[in-house]
């Protein structure tokens, strides 16, 4: 299994980025995806986490209202809109498949992750 995120970027707040992530190889039929984010020197944290259907999704407190996840199994994509940014959102963004059933906000419980992509938000 491999992950591709993009669309990082630089933006100023207020403003808004989409990221994208492309799953490839044997993913299986049915998985849960989420986005994490990484800032320099902190611990990578939970952003959020979509269902394998699309129908439920969860987020982390700092972006409910701001960030929306969502999902295409047809083209094995799943996007993070991120609207109202703010510099404490700068970090590198990871996307994450997790073959399970539920949905995980803890790091180790995803199997796969992508490379990461960095997204800038200056005051």
């Known amino acids: 299994v491999q992950l591709q995120a993009s669309g990082g970027g630089l933006v100023q707040a207020g403003g808004s980025l989409r990221l994208s992530c492309a799953a490839s190889g044997r993913t299986g039929s049915s998985y849960v995806m989420g986005w994490f984010r990484q800032a320099p020197g902190k611990e990578r944290e939970f952003v959020a986490a979509i269902s394998r259907s699309g129908s439920s999704t969860i987020y982390v407190d700092a972006v409910k209202g701001r960030f929306t996840i969502s999902r295409d199994n047809a083209k094995k994509m799943v996007y993070l809109q991120m609207n109202s940014l703010k510099p404490e959102d700068t970090a590198v963004y990871y996307c994450?498949?997790?073959?399970?059933?539920?949905?995980?906000?803890?790091?180790?419980?995803?199997?796969?992750w992508g490379q990461g992509t960095l997204v800038t938000v200056s005051s």
């Open positions: 994450a498949l997790d073959q399970n059933y539920w949905m995980f906000r803890v790091p180790a419980e995803y199997d796969y």
